[in-house]
């Protein structure tokens, strides 16, 4: 099976195309499972996914640690997976609007839509400002704290310009819309 859904059709009836993005625990890199062969001329050959949609969907979302039962295995493949936000795919906007030009989009006819992907931006607290959940609190620098907060930071939303770049890329303000930040 692939990881083709067949009757998806978009808005004109053209078929839709997948991708979903999980991190090759064995090769320390992006796989990208796809529903079609992704082909352009000097931009290289991405082949489609033989895998079931649910199965990428697993590899893509399977936490990067051992809290569960270790990678996403499937049945009769040796292959294993992390989730995709490990390639700095947490906002895989980029990745999407790069498929899209692979495809032959011209970039100024991409409209993304970025769900989930958002993050609230609090102020950071002034030196002595009590504590506050309106706050983000100043942490005291330190070997333990800054491993802690390097390896917490992959659960976040680090790679919070990949929204940004998406909408130069694209070249227009109506370029990329993602989720909306409210203030707190």
Same mark, same amino acid.
């Given at each position: 099976?692939? *990881?083709?859904?067949?009757?998806?059709? $978009?808005?004109?009836?053209?078929? &839709?195309?997948?991708?979903?993005? =999980?991190? %090759?625990?064995?090769?320390?890199?992006?796989? !990208?499972?796809?529903?079609? +062969?992704?082909?352009?001329? /000097?931009?290289?050959?991405?082949?489609?996914?033989?895998?079931?949609?649910?199965?990428?969907?697993?590899?893509?979302?399977?936490?990067?640690?051992?809290? !569960?039962? /270790? @990678?996403?295995? !499937?049945?009769?493949?040796? %292959?294993?997976?992390? %989730? $995709? /936000?490990?390639?700095?795919?947490?906002?895989?906007?980029?990745?999407?609007?790069?498929?899209?030009?692979?495809? $032959?989009?011209? @970039?100024? #006819?991409?409209?993304?839509?970025? *769900?989930?992907? /958002?993050?609230? *931006?609090? @102020?950071?607290?002034?030196?002595?400002?009590?504590?506050?959940?309106? *706050?983000?609190?100043? #942490?005291?620098? =330190?070997?333990? =704290? %800054?491993?802690?907060?390097?390896?917490?930071?992959?659960?976040?939303?680090?790679?919070?310009?990949? +929204? !940004?770049?998406?909408?130069? &890329?694209?070249?227009?303000?109506?370029?990329?819309?993602?989720?909306?930040?409210?203030?707190?």
């Amino acid at each position: 099976m692939t *990881l083709a859904v067949t009757d998806l059709k $978009g808005p004109v009836g053209v078929e &839709v195309h997948l991708l979903i993005v =999980g991190f %090759d625990y064995d090769r320390k890199r992006a796989k !990208f499972f796809r529903s079609a +062969t992704a082909d352009r001329a /000097g931009l290289g050959h991405g082949a489609e996914a033989s895998i079931s949609p649910a199965e990428a969907i697993h590899a893509s979302t399977n936490a990067p640690v051992d809290y !569960f039962d /270790g @990678p996403a295995r !499937f049945p009769r493949r040796p %292959d294993r997976y992390w %989730d $995709g /936000g490990i390639t700095g795919c947490n906002n895989p906007v980029m990745v999407a609007v790069t498929e899209a030009v692979v495809l $032959g989009q011209h @970039p100024k #006819d991409i409209v993304a839509l970025s *769900l989930g992907t /958002g993050s609230v *931006l609090l @102020p950071v607290a002034g030196p002595g400002a009590p504590s506050s959940p309106y *706050l983000t609190q100043r #942490d005291r620098p =330190g070997l333990g =704290g %800054d491993i802690k907060k390097l390896t917490m930071s992959i659960l976040d939303d680090p790679p919070d310009a990949a +929204t !940004f770049v998406a909408h130069v &890329v694209t070249g227009d303000s109506a370029g990329v819309v993602t989720t909306c930040q409210l203030p707190p």
